[in-house]
């Protein structure tokens, strides 16, 4: 039997990931300062035992300005390495390829974990030792309705945020990285410049799509330079806006084409975060055709996104050639061992599975089999050993 799509590895670079199941970026909002501990060692760590090829650390702050909520994992210094690197570490040990996440949350910055509430903090709602501030982005358009207006950064100032990013690129290569990925996607800063909704500049930074892709370009270029030659660089866009009026599909491609000759080795197609609601279709893989579309377009490995929840449906996006990599989040949540189930359904074998564990589990299967499905009421369902004659 050939070994399924899903389950082949795939080199970028220098990098071979052993399958092409991978765990998006998801934001836990549980740190202080930046520093991780032993929550996100356990978190992502289930990840890489579960079997994933490519398991990424969330949303990453390149500034402490640059944090989404005050509960951010950072990049912005060097204290932050340590915990980080020992994530990495184990990833690595266990078989996962790390990744991590470079972000800027621009105009969604200083706004309250989800479990506290919507909307941005302040003096009366901020947890004890949580201090706000005062979001950035290109125009200082509010994120949506009620919402503060953020302050629209100065062009003197880009270059202090781009260095931010290389800056956090050169940390994560310290702690043991082997990929990258620059967010630009979900209404964060560099979505932002992207977008013709929150983008509304009159310098070289705004207006035609040239000038809004400039200042993103110019952070992935300043990023790529930094990054080894031999390990590889993704970028995570938003396909399109949550609403038709904003970013098309079309603008995407042509934000691509100018990465891959950055030298952008995959693109993370998402969609969403700027606009209300979501305008488009929805449904089972509903982002996937715009990872096809790009990288059909482009000419450049892409990795799905958007309701991927069984293995057969992952595997499909892989051997239609829609996509190159399938990363799934809330999937992963839900079952952290989703990429061993998914090879256990593929090839009806255990051999994924760490020794810990399959050769129990293969041993356990057997027996199951021969005993049939509990069907209760009974808890207990024993079946007598078969007698042995007397000599």
């Known amino acids: 039997m050939s070994t399924p799509q899903l389950l082949q590895p795939l080199t970028l670079r220098g990098v071979t990931l052993p399958n092409r199941l991978a ?17 996100h060692l356990v978190h992502l760590g289930r990840f890489a035992l579960g079997g994933f090829g490519l398991v990424m650390v969330e949303a990453t702050g390149v500034t402490a300005d640059g944090r989404i909520s005050p509960g951010d994992v950072g990049l912005w210094n060097d ?17 996962s390829v ?5 972000a800027h949350a621009g105009g969604k910055g200083s706004t309250l974990r989800p479990w506290d509430g919507d909307g941005p903090v302040t003096a009366e709602n901020a947890r004890p030792g949580d201090v706000p501030w005062t979001p950035v982005s290109p125009s200082g358009v ?37 990929v990258a ?53 993704m970028v995570r866009v938003s396909a399109v806006d949550a609403t038709r009026e904003g970013t098309t599909l079309a603008d995407t491609i042509a934000f691509c084409r100018e990465l891959k000759a950055l030298g952008v080795d995959a693109i993370d197609v998402s969609g969403g975060g700027i606009g209300t ?50 990363a799934v989040a809330r999937e992963a949540q ?14 009806s074998s255990y051999d994924a599975y760490p020794v810990q564990a399959g050769p129990r589990l293969a041993s356990r299967d057997r027996l199951l089999g021969r005993l049939g ?19």
């Open 23 to 39: 765990v998006a970026p998801m934001c836990q909002y549980c740190v202080s300062d930046g520093v991780v501990g032993d929550y």
């Open 79 to 95: 204290e932050q390495v340590p915990g980080l690197a020992r994530v990495a570490a184990f990833l690595r040990e266990h078989g």
């Open 98 to 102: 790390a990744a991590i996440q470079l």
């Open 142 to 178: 509010p994120m949506g309705e009620g919402w503060p207006a953020p302050r629209a950064l100065t062009t003197e100032e880009l270059p202090g945020v781009r260095d931010a990013f290389v800056a956090a690129a050169r940390r994560a290569l310290t702690a043991g990285f082997q």
């Open 181 to 233: 990925e620059v967010h630009t996607a979900h209404g964060y800063l560099l979505n932002e410049f992207l977008s013709p909704l929150t983008n509304t500049r009159t310098d070289a930074y705004g207006g035609s799509l040239e000038n809004r892709m400039r200042f993103p370009l110019e952070v992935v270029e300043a990023v790529r330079a930094v990054w080894p030659a031999d390990l590889p660089l």
């Open 277 to 326: 609601g979501w305008e488009h279709p929805i449904g089972y893989g509903y982002q996937v055709p715009f990872a096809a579309a790009i990288k059909e377009q482009v000419g450049i490995p892409t990795m799905a996104v958007g309701l991927v929840v069984d293995p057969q449906q992952a595997d499909a996006v892989v051997a239609t050639g829609q996509a190159d990599l399938v």
């Open 334 to 347: 839900d079952d952290a061992n989703f990429a061993l189930h998914a090879a256990r359904a593929l090839t």
């Open 373 to 391: 499905p509990w069907t209760g009421p009974d808890p207990v369902r024993v079946h007598e050993p078969a007698s042995t004659p007397r000599g």
